[in-house]
């Protein structure tokens, strides 16, 4: 397998090299002026589908085994409601206007106000907003990627058993015709980590070097990560992360990309260091994080998350195994002076373990869609047996908040929906 992806990239790298075609010429008299050169318009840049929009949020929950409801959240009417008026409707048939036919409760994305993507275990969907016109694209296994669009087209990586040699599949997607078009092939198991411009950042585990990287087997790497340009075939090397040692104290090295640029958290020098997806360049060198809060008793976490207003947010954990203590919050780095600091906690909640609140999408006015707070919540139910029995759960709400209310630890959240 590592030779074949060798060869495999450097076929891409050779692509990336091949010559533009010469312009066409056209024959002219001296007494007719050429028409001037129109150049094309550039390429729109690469950008992840969210589900959320400026307006809405949308949610899929599970009916039975091949069934789905959506769920919108309004953001201006401050609620969360299936978009299905039918009185005595209970949601959970195919006749059902709020219900889609999936095979999972899986992602639902926005494409533009008016068109909705459903990338599944199988199969990729469309949809209008409120759900109807819903009709498979094609077939096409995403395993809970993110999918991109530059505005015309969808951009995906497809894991298909069925694709050749098990190879995970670049593939471009008309949205409207559902005319796809595989761009490249790769390791299978690589995943994408995030977009700048018309670059893809990817990682594969455990494989071959990518181009760049020293030694013919990848010098021991358990993780390669590359930046892929859709346009050239162009790779080029990002990082390499090790094996994890065997203590499983923490992972030697964490990377993800965020606001375009590759950034890399290290253990054993506690620094961030940051190199743009598109060009190349290293854009940042941190200051040092402070030590494990636990001091190495067991298994710390600190991964890049996301970027707002100048500042980097890391997401922190960090358990104790003499005691099975836990501790979660976010440091923040500042991105013009590598200056590190602890992000002020919001208040408390319960969510899928995490205590700090989940930020779950940010609209293009740059507020952020949060889980704003968290209570207990009993579901009646039954057993198979017909036993009525109590569910304890929790019911999770929705709310918009500033960027600078988050990174300030200020819970000025507006109260939108429900989390299902």
């Known amino acids: 397998m590592r030779k074949k992806l060798a060869i495999c990239l450097l076929a891409a790298l050779l692509a990336g090299c091949a010559g533009a075609p010469g312009a066409a010429q056209t024959a002219g008299t001296a007494a ?157 198991g690589t995943m994408p980590l995030g977009a700048a411009g018309r670059t893809l950042a990817l990682c594969n585990y455990d494989c071959a070097p990518l181009p760049g990287a020293a030694g013919a087997d990848g010098g021991g790497a358990g993780r390669c990560d590359a930046a892929y340009n859709i346009d050239t075939g162009e790779a080029r090397l990002l990082g390499t992360l090790p094996t994890p040692g065997a203590d499983a104290h923490n992972d030697g090295q964490t990377a993800a990309v965020a606001g375009g640029v590759y950034y890399v958290f290290d253990f054993a020098t506690r620094t961030v260091t940051g190199l743009a997806v598109e060009s190349g360049e290293t854009v940042l060198h941190s200051d040092p994080l402070p030590a494990d809060v636990f001091a190495g008793r067991g298994y710390e976490s600190c991964t890049p998350a996301r970027v707002l207003d100048g500042w980097l947010e890391l997401d922190y954990g960090s358990i104790d195994w ?23 906690d919001l208040p408390a909640q319960v969510t899928n373990g995490a205590r700090q609140p989940q930020v779950l999408a940010r609209l293009a006015d740059g507020r952020l869609l949060v889980t704003c707070r968290s209570e207990p919540w009993d579901i009646p139910a039954a057993g198979t047996d017909g036993v009525p029995y109590t569910l304890h759960s929790v019911r999770i709400y929705l709310g918009l908040m500033t960027e600078q209310d988050y990174l300030n630890g200020t819970p000025a959240y507006t109260e939108v929906g429900e989390l299902h």
């Not at 005691?323 to 600091?341: I, P």
Request: charge should be negative; charged fraction near 15%.
């Open 32 to 188: 007719v002026s050429p028409a001037p050169a129109v150049s094309p318009a550039p390429a729109a840049p690469l950008r992840a589908l969210s589900a959320a929009d400026d307006a809405h949020y949308y949610q899929l929950q599970a009916v039975g085994e091949d069934l789905a409801r959506l769920w919108v959240t309004d953001f201006a009417a401050r609620q969360t409601a299936l978009p299905c008026t039918a009185e005595g409707c209970e949601h959970n048939t195919p006749a059902c206007p709020a219900t889609v036919p999936m095979p999972y409760a899986g992602q639902v994305l926005v494409l533009d106000e008016n068109t909705l993507v459903y990338p599944g275990g199988d199969q990729i969907a469309v949809s209008e907003a409120d759900g109807g016109n819903y009709r498979t694209l094609t077939m096409a296994n995403t395993a809970r990627q993110a999918v991109y669009t530059d505005g015309t087209f969808l951009y995906y990586l497809d894991q298909s058993d069925a694709a050749p040699g098990g190879r995970a599949l670049l593939c471009r997607l008309d949205p409207g015709s559902g005319d796809r078009t595989v761009l490249e092939s790769f390791p299978a």
């Open 322 to 344: 003499t005691d099975q203590n836990a501790a979660y919050f976010s440091y923040l780095v500042n991105l013009q002076t590598g200056e590190v600091r602890r992000k002020p």
